[in-house]
C-alpha cells in the first residue's frame, strides 16, 4: 500500500506528539524542553514533496534541553525514547535505512550547541556586523522559518535575535547588491555584440540572480540556497510583476532581445528602491553606459546612495572599502557556504 504523502513538518508535528511527547510526560514531566524542526533540510523550509523522502527524510523532531539539565540527564532521555520508540510512523520508517547523515529521528541537545555547530556562533556573545555578513543566508532562513512545537527552552525567544539583518547592515548589503549590477550590467552587451553570445547569457543570467537577491533584500526576506532560490522568490511580492521578465531575458535569442528585457527588470527593481524610501527618489530609466549601445541602471548610483545612509561606525568603516558585501554576494561556494569552520578566516574581511 503506498503511503501518503505527509510534508515534514506537519509529519514531524505529529510525531513529537503522539510518539515522543507521551514518552517524556510518561517518564520525565519535570524536565523543561523545546521541540523543534529547524536547520537543514528541504521540509524545514516547507519545500518537500514525495521526491523529497528517498533520502535524509522522516519522522524527526531535536528535542533542546537546558543548559543545566542537558549534562545530568541526556544520556538517560536519549536511551528512554530511543528504546520506546516503534519501527514507523504514518508509513514512515522512523529509522530509515537510507539516511546519509549520522543522525537520528531524535536529536537532544542544546540551543546554544546546536548554534554553535550550526552558524559558528556562541549566542552568549552580542552579535556584530562581521557575524551577519558571515551568516548564510540559507542558514539564517533554515533557523527562522523552520517549526517549534513546544517552547519549554526559550527556543522563540534566542530565535527573534536572529530575525533579519540590523538596519545598516542591511543597508550595506543592498548597496552590495547593486554594485554587482553596475560592475556587469553593461558586459552582457558588450560580449553579445562581439559575437559571444554564450558568454552574454552567462552574464544575463548573474544579473537575474543579482537582481533576485536585491529582491530578497528588500523584503527583508532571507534567500534559501540554489535548489529552492527559484522557488522561494516566487514567494515574494516583487515576483508577479519581476519573475515573468526575468524569465524572457534567460530564454532570449540574442543580447538585444537579452537586454530589453533586463532593462524592463532594472527598472523595475529601482522602482522599488524608491518605495523603500532609504535614500533621496533617484532617476529609475535606464540610460546608455558613455557612447556604448547598451542600456545600464547604473547600479553604481542606488550603492553610493545607500552607503550615504549608513550611520554604524563599524559598518560605515566596512563600507568606506570595496563593497563585497555578505559571504552569499561574494561567493557561491558550497563549502564555504556550509562548512561554519570558514567563518574565522572571513570575518577577518571585515576587521580592521
Same mark, same amino acid.
Not at 153 to 172: M, S
Not at 215 to 223: D, I, S
Not at 238 to 264: C, F, G, N
Given at each position: 500500500?503506498?503511503?501518503?504523502?505527509?510534508?515534514?513538518?506537519?509529519?514531524?508535528?505529529?510525531?513529537?506528539?503522539?510518539?515522543?511527547?507521551?514518552?517524556?510526560?510518561?517518564?520525565?514531566?519535570?524536565?523543561?524542553?523545546?521541540?523543534?524542526?529547524?536547520?537543514?533540510?528541504?521540509?524545514?523550509?516547507?519545500?518537500?514533496?514525495?521526491?523529497?523522502?528517498?533520502?535524509?527524510?522522516?519522522?524527526?523532531?531535536?528535542?533542546?534541553?537546558?543548559?543545566?539539565?542537558?549534562?545530568?540527564?541526556?544520556?538517560?532521555?536519549?536511551?528512554?525514547?530511543?528504546?520506546?520508540?516503534?519501527?514507523?510512523?504514518?508509513?514512515?520508517?522512523?529509522?530509515?535505512?537510507?539516511?546519509?547523515?549520522?543522525?537520528?529521528?531524535?536529536?537532544?541537545?542544546?540551543?546554544?550547541?546546536?548554534?554553535?555547530?550550526?552558524?559558528?556562533?556562541?549566542?552568549?556573545?552580542?552579535?556584530?556586523?562581521?557575524?551577519?555578513?558571515?551568516?548564510?543566508?540559507?542558514?539564517?532562513?533554515?533557523?527562522?522559518?523552520?517549526?517549534?512545537?513546544?517552547?519549554?527552552?526559550?527556543?522563540?525567544?534566542?530565535?527573534?535575535?536572529?530575525?533579519?539583518?540590523?538596519?545598516?547592515?542591511?543597508?550595506?548589503?543592498?548597496?552590495?547588491?547593486?554594485?554587482?549590477?553596475?560592475?556587469?550590467?553593461?558586459?552582457?552587451?558588450?560580449?553579445?555584440?562581439?559575437?559571444?553570445?554564450?558568454?552574454?547569457?552567462?552574464?544575463?543570467?548573474?544579473?537575474?540572480?543579482?537582481?533576485?537577491?536585491?529582491?530578497?533584500?528588500?523584503?527583508?526576506?532571507?534567500?534559501?540556497? /540554489?535548489?529552492?532560490?527559484?522557488?522561494?522568490?516566487? &514567494?515574494? #511580492? @516583487?515576483?508577479?510583476?519581476?519573475?515573468? %521578465?526575468? *524569465?524572457? !531575458?534567460?530564454?532570449?535569442?540574442?543580447?538585444?532581445?537579452?537586454?530589453?528585457?533586463?532593462?524592463?527588470?532594472?527598472?523595475?527593481?529601482?522602482?522599488?528602491?524608491?518605495?523603500?524610501?532609504?535614500?533621496?527618489?533617484?532617476?529609475?530609466?535606464?540610460?546608455?553606459?558613455?557612447?556604448?549601445?547598451?542600456?545600464?541602471?547604473?547600479?553604481?548610483?542606488?550603492?553610493?546612495?545607500?552607503? /550615504?545612509?549608513?550611520?554604524?561606525?563599524?559598518?560605515? &568603516?566596512? #563600507? @568606506?572599502?570595496?563593497?563585497?558585501?555578505? %559571504?552569499? *554576494?561574494? !561567493?557561491?561556494?558550497?563549502?564555504?557556504?556550509?562548512?561554519?569552520?570558514?567563518?574565522?578566516?572571513?570575518?577577518?574581511?571585515?576587521?580592521?
Amino acid at each position: 500500500m503506498e503511503t501518503t504523502f505527509t510534508p515534514g513538518q506537519e509529519l514531524s508535528k505529529r510525531f513529537y506528539w503522539e510518539v515522543i511527547r507521551p514518552i517524556l510526560d510518561a517518564n520525565y514531566p519535570d524536565i523543561q524542553h523545546g521541540a523543534a524542526l529547524i536547520g537543514d533540510g528541504s521540509e524545514v523550509l516547507g519545500f518537500d514533496t514525495a521526491l523529497s523522502t528517498d533520502h535524509d527524510w522522516g519522522p524527526r523532531v531535536m528535542l533542546f534541553l537546558t543548559e543545566e539539565d542537558y549534562p545530568r540527564v541526556s544520556k538517560m532521555v536519549g536511551h528512554v525514547i530511543r528504546s520506546s520508540l516503534p519501527n514507523s510512523f504514518l508509513g514512515y520508517a522512523v529509522e530509515p535505512k537510507n539516511r546519509t547523515k549520522e543522525s537520528h529521528s531524535v536529536e537532544i541537545l542544546t540551543l546554544r550547541a546546536f548554534l554553535v555547530e550550526y552558524l559558528g556562533f556562541d549566542i552568549c556573545h552580542e552579535l556584530e556586523p562581521a557575524d551577519w555578513l558571515t551568516f548564510p543566508e540559507q542558514k539564517l532562513r533554515a533557523l527562522t522559518q523552520g517549526a517549534i512545537y513546544w517552547d519549554g527552552a526559550d527556543l522563540q525567544e534566542a530565535r527573534r535575535r536572529f530575525e533579519y539583518y540590523p538596519h545598516d547592515v542591511w543597508l550595506y548589503m543592498l548597496a552590495a547588491g547593486w554594485t554587482r549590477i553596475g560592475q556587469e550590467e553593461h558586459l552582457m552587451g558588450r560580449a553579445g555584440i562581439a559575437g559571444d553570445e554564450i558568454g552574454s547569457s552567462l552574464i544575463a543570467a548573474r544579473l537575474v540572480r543579482d537582481l533576485m537577491q536585491l529582491c530578497f533584500l528588500m523584503e527583508k526576506r532571507y534567500a534559501p540556497y /540554489a535548489k529552492w532560490f527559484g522557488t522561494a522568490f516566487a &514567494q515574494l #511580492a @516583487s515576483a508577479e510583476d519581476l519573475a515573468p %521578465i526575468l *524569465q524572457k !531575458s534567460l530564454t532570449a535569442a540574442d543580447w538585444t532581445e537579452r537586454e530589453r528585457h533586463l532593462v524592463s527588470a532594472y527598472e523595475l527593481v529601482a522602482t522599488r528602491h524608491n518605495v523603500l524610501g532609504i535614500t533621496e527618489p533617484l532617476n529609475v530609466k535606464a540610460s546608455y553606459f558613455f557612447e556604448r549601445p547598451f542600456l545600464v541602471i547604473g547600479g553604481e548610483r542606488f550603492a553610493q546612495a545607500i552607503c /550615504a545612509q549608513v550611520v554604524d561606525p563599524v559598518v560605515k &568603516q566596512i #563600507a @568606506s572599502r570595496r563593497l563585497i558585501g555578505s %559571504i552569499d *554576494q561574494f !561567493s557561491d561556494s558550497t563549502d564555504i557556504l556550509c562548512d561554519i569552520q570558514w567563518r574565522t578566516a572571513l570575518r577577518q574581511l571585515y576587521e580592521n
